[in-house]
């Protein structure tokens, strides 16, 4: 996808919302809209949005999870398991 080709100015999102809306939808293709001659936004379908929004949440995850190793926050598995297994009362 060349998002050079999606760029819009915001009165073609004014006078074209239904084209807009079926870009975005249909090809699941993001549009940027500009303002002056800038990018200000993009115009993004709903599930684009929330595969995009799951894999920087993934993302977070594991990054907490490596500085924690980097920290030396770290337990051996058999440590960690032995001590669910006693919550759990096995």
């Not at 100015?9 to 079926?22: E, F, Q, R």
């Not at 940027?32 to 993302?59: C, P």
Request: charge should be positive; avoid cysteine; hydrophobic fraction near 40%.
């Amino acid at each position: 996808m060349n998002l050079k080709e999606t760029i819009r100015p915001i009165t073609y999102l004014k006078t074209n919302a239904a084209d807009v809306l079926s870009t975005v939808t249909k090809a699941h293709t993001p549009v940027i809209i500009t303002h002056n001659g800038e990018a200000k936004m993009v115009v993004q379908d709903i599930e684009s949005y929330q595969k995009l929004k799951q894999s920087l949440d993934m993302l977070r995850l594991v990054a907490m999870g490596k500085k924690q190793v980097d920290e030396g926050k770290t337990r051996p598995a058999h440590e960690v398991f032995k001590a669910i297994e006693e919550k759990l009362g096995i």
